[in-house]
């Protein structure tokens, strides 16, 4: 029997999230996979208390615990959210950020509401820096929760109530099936739930869920996320090579796609959509 274990760092409320997730992944790999799957979650409040197992876990880290106190200097609060980053990705899980809703229910304290949302606003960026900085995966909650709404949710940056829980731990499941689980899972098993994942999306009258295609993850591995918008479809292989020239992608962007399209056997169909698109390029050029 295989066993996935997700270390959770995070808030009470959050805590809901996580282990919906992980009881969410355990059933979509029970139904992909011809084994059966159990998946277990571990409250942890201090990086030091992470064990010899964390290697093979799945580290769910929240950016919550740094709102208590929206006034505290970001001088401070940056650098002691870095190292946190810093000392959980050296004890070797696979570590995923949380980003945080960005909505604040209006209290009798206007500037305490002010600066909570600077505050989420300024951590949810920090999260996409130390994504590139140290490899670590991003789980953006907070964009498929503003997709939907507040009032829908009914819910604020807290995340509470079971609509919330629930299209919050679909997102961060996405995100640990699509970026998490090198190394515990076979990718071709990841790609089927991730899949899965995708057509159990909670619905909400009224709310279409759009994929963004102007969007790549340019990675060194499979989980680690850097993302750059491009000019159209993400499959061109010429838009690769004006993101090498133009310094937004690196080169070994190039290689990874073209050992994915000789693992998918496509890679014949690759270097046609390379030919054409530089044939046109280079028409359009002379025109």
């Not at 969410?24 to 064990?51: G, M, P």
């Not at 996409?128 to 953006?140: I, M, P, Q, R, Y």
């Not at 907070?142 to 919330?164: I, P």
């Amino acid at each position: 029997m295989n066993s996935l274990l997700f270390i959770a760092d995070v808030t009470s409320s959050e805590h809901l999230i996580v282990q919906e997730t992980a009881t969410r992944l355990r059933d979509l790999l029970s139904e992909a996979d011809a084994a059966a799957w159990t998946s277990d979650v571990r409250s942890i409040s201090k990086v030091e208390d992470i064990s010899a197992q964390a290697a093979g876990a799945v580290y769910i880290l929240s950016l919550s615990d740094w709102l208590a106190d929206p006034s505290a200097p970001w001088d401070e609060v940056a650098p002691a959210v870095r190292e946190r980053v810093k000392l959980v990705s050296a004890k070797g899980p696979n570590v995923v950020l949380l980003t945080t809703f960005r909505h604040v229910t209006p209290g009798s304290d206007h500037d305490f509401d002010r600066d909570l949302l600077v505050r989420i606003r300024r951590l949810n960026l920090l999260a996409a820096k130390l994504s590139n900085e140290f490899g670590v995966s991003v789980a953006d909650l907070d964009r498929d929760c503003a997709d939907v709404g507040a009032q829908r949710l009914a819910t604020d940056f807290r995340l509470g109530g079971k609509v919330a829980i629930g299209l919050a731990a679909w997102s961060l499941a996405r995100c640990v099936a699509a970026n998490a689980l090198d190394g515990l899972v076979d990718f071709n098993l990841q790609d089927r739930i991730v899949a899965a994942n995708d057509a159990a999306r909670p619905r909400f009258d009224g709310v279409a869920h759009v994929q963004v295609t102007g969007v790549t993850r340019f990675s060194h591995g499979r989980r680690t996320q850097k993302v750059a918008f491009t000019p159209g479809p993400v499959v061109r292989g010429i838009q690769l090579f004006a993101g090498v020239s133009k310094g937004q992608v690196r080169w070994g962007e190039i290689q990874i796609r073209l050992a994915r399209a000789v693992r998918d056997r496509k890679l014949l169909h690759y270097f046609r959509l390379l030919a054409r698109e530089l044939a046109n390029t280079t028409f359009a050029r002379r025109r």
